[in-house]
């Protein structure tokens, strides 16, 4: 795909979420994206490989929470995979600062050469665990932002996310269409972890009827010291 088409799909899908972009920006995007198809012949990094789809079910998916992150948060993207949605948030907005988090060190090579590639500044890569980077106290309730994309079911995410977050800080967790059983089952995992859930929103993705939920949980009182749990635990036995 050629930067013209790439940039004119980008802005008329930008325009459906009040997003505008510089063409530095759409410039970023393009390289990322190319750099993405190349390196995925490579390693697993995304079964969405045509541009079309790249464009909408990764970059613009990310941004849908671009609205939620206030000015100079410190954010950390956990299970990032090839970068969802912490690159496209760090492109966007220079102010934030951005740790990308994955248990894969070849993905984690892949996410350094972006960030070398597209010059971005403020956006730290760490190879690991959540359940072992979450008991580090270097790091453990140290952020005001989590972001994760369809990483686990809401009982064990929250056990991986809500640990990382400052008291009055907020886990914007990613979902598809189907979450009320999600959310019923997660309810006392949520409260137990310090969380609540604020607010819900339902959309599709701009022209398409990929349907999306982005749910908000604030942060209201420190985590237990036991959680997260080893790793592997939370997601074989979440918390009930």
Known sequence: MEIKEFSDLMITYGEDLEIKFTEEQLEQFYNYMNMLIEWNEKINLTAIIEPKEIILKHFIDSL?????IDKN????????????????????????????????NKRIQFLNEVIIQLKLEKIYTVHSRIEDYGKNKQYREKYDVVTSRAVANLSTLSEYMLPMIKVEGKSIC????????ELTKSKNAIKILGGKVVQIQKLNLPKSDNGRNIIIIEKVKNTPTKYPRKAGVPSKTPIS
Do not use: H
């Open 64 to 68: 849908t929470i671009l609205k939620y």
């Open 73 to 104: 948060k410190k954010v950390i993207d956990i299970g990032t995979g090839a970068g969802f949605p912490g690159i496209p948030l760090k492109i966007m907005r220079k102010d934030i600062e951005v740790t990308l988090l994955d248990s894969l």
């Open 174 to 181: 990613m979902k598809g269409v189907e979450i009320e059983d």
